[in-house]
């Protein structure tokens, strides 16, 4: 893709992702003790794991029970955090638009915040 200017942000992309999509995944599951796991430090001092439940099921519909989920775009920020802008599609039938905070924490991914919007490239 365009932007690249090195194999190492390619695999920083490609490793972030992976992290996002195990996490969707773990929800479909309903598995939210293996989602927490991808939280970061950050989201795991705002929210013990049922509070962290809770403010994914209430407040993220969509991410908490997904049919369709993909990247769209992404940015390396100069911290050398990523930003990646998802599309997902909820089993309500909903379409929104999200973007994840992802940071290196111990030498792993993690997700550090999520702003989701309804997605505007789908017609209503």
Known sequence: PAGIASAQPAGDITAATEVVMRQLDAFRRNDFDTAYTFASTMIRDMFDRQAFERMVRTGYPEIASSVSAFVSEFVVAPNGGVYLRLRIGGVNGNRIEAIYEMIREDGHWRINGVVA????????
Do not use: G
């Not at 919007?117 to 209503?124: F, G, L, N, T």
């Open 117 to 124: 919007k309804p997605d505007a490239s789908e017609p209503a």
